[in-house]
């Protein structure tokens, strides 16, 4: 039977809610799947500024659960972003290219009629899937 890792990591702020910000199935499969982030502090306040500096507050959070799951950037094959607005595409994609390692993972970007609270921007939503790695496996 294979186990299911729930994730967390001390680095970002804590739910309110039940959720993992990872599972991770170990054994022999080696996937983790990450749920979205949005651009909060560890005390989970809205950082200050626009797109560039949330943009890179969801990449932060995402790269903490990333280390909280034994795990990289180097290994993501595949990203969600989400933005409120697509006149936003160009400032999120320059802050995009420069924080994430070549080569970059496969690519969804889409407007969201509407994000949690209300942010311009949020990275997740579906999963991300790394790829089967022997540093992956369970320890």
Known sequence: MTTVEKINS?????FTQVLSAATKIPAGAGLIFLSGQVPVDKDGNLVPGGIKEHTAQCINN????????????????????????????????????????????????????????????????????????????SS
């Open 10 to 14: 001390e680095k970002n702020s804590s």
């Open 62 to 137: 995402l790269t903490n659960v990333l280390e909280a799951s034994g795990s990289s950037w180097e290994k993501v094959l595949k990203v969600n972003v989400y933005l409120k607005d697509m006149d936003l595409f160009g400032e999120m994609n320059e802050v995009y290219a420069k924080l994430l390692p070549d080569p970059k993972p496969a690519r969804t970007c889409i407007q969201a009629a509407r994000l949690p609270k209300d942010f311009i921007v949020g990275d997740g939503g579906d999963c991300y899937l790394l790829r089967k790695d022997s540093d992956i496996e």
